[in-house]
């Protein structure tokens, strides 16, 4: 079954705590990207990437790394989480050849830093 | 940058279309637009997307301005299940997609 698998769904740190939440797809997509979704604020783009080894930061990357070696997988990264990076995650991927007309999410993981 | 704007909440009788509307005014001539849908905190999901004619697939139709400034995304029988937040899209810098904060379609009885 084709789908975008994030692990974990849940996870309570604390502030400054380093932690990383895997993202992987089975779709040989060359296109993966994070996102985080706040009440009120519907999704924004945190980094993108377009193939391995090809990262690009989005809007809201201030926090935030990813790395691309290898192309099923794309993780995020935060090195020293605060309060203000509690939300809820999605990564997502797409192929070139659609043009990036179709993303595909996975079920998201919801972030809380105390 | 390219942005969209939806009203942040519709509702709809269960049986009658769900009318859409999203506004894209900056939209540059060469980019789609694209619909997607979320129910409570799942992933998001596609549900259509269109240039400059308007499509229509298995979920829904999508009518776009000749204008390419708004479009409206249609649900012709709207169900329960359709009780969603949907997003209208655009995708600017080549690579990056505008979200912004989508419509709560309440479908009700």
């Known amino acids: 079954e084709a789908q975008v698998t994030q692990n974990p769904r849940y996870l309570i740190t604390v502030t400054g705590k380093k932690l990383t939440v895997t993202c992987s797809q089975n779709?040989?997509?060359?296109?993966m990207s994070w996102y985080r979704q706040d009440p009120g604020l519907g999704l924004r783009q945190i980094y993108y990437?377009?193939?391995?080894?090809?990262?690009d930061k989005g809007d809201v990357p201030e926090g935030y790394k990813v790395s691309r070696k290898e192309k099923r997988n794309f993780p995020l990264i935060l090195e020293s989480p605060s309060p203000n990076q509690t939300s809820l995650y999605f990564c997502?991927?797409?192929?070139?050849?659609?043009?990036?007309?179709?993303?595909?999410f996975g079920s998201g993981t919801q972030l809380s830093v105390l | 940058d390219a942005k969209t704007t939806q009203p942040p909440s519709m509702d709809c009788a269960e049986g009658r279309a769900a009318n859409l509307p999203c506004n894209h005014s900056?939209?540059?001539?060469?980019?789609?637009v694209y619909w997607y849908r979320q129910i409570h905190s799942q992933g998001p999901q596609y549900i259509i997307h269109?240039?400059?004619n308007n499509e229509t697939n298995e979920m829904a139709s999508l009518i776009i301005t000749e204008d390419r400034k708004s479009s409206t995304l249609i649900l012709p029988h709207a169900t329960l299940r359709d009780t969603a937040v949907y997003y209208c899209?655009?995708?600017?810098?080549?690579?990056?997609?505008?979200f912004g904060s989508g419509t709560k379609l309440n479908v009700k009885p």
């Open positions: 997502a991927s797409s192929s070139r050849d659609s043009g990036l007309r179709k993303l595909f």
């Open positions: 779709m040989n997509h060359e296109y």
């Open positions: 990437s377009m193939n391995v080894e090809v990262t």
């Open positions: 900056t939209i540059s001539g060469n980019e789609y």
């Open positions: 269109g240039l400059k």
């Open positions: 899209i655009v995708r600017y810098n080549f690579n990056k997609f505008y």
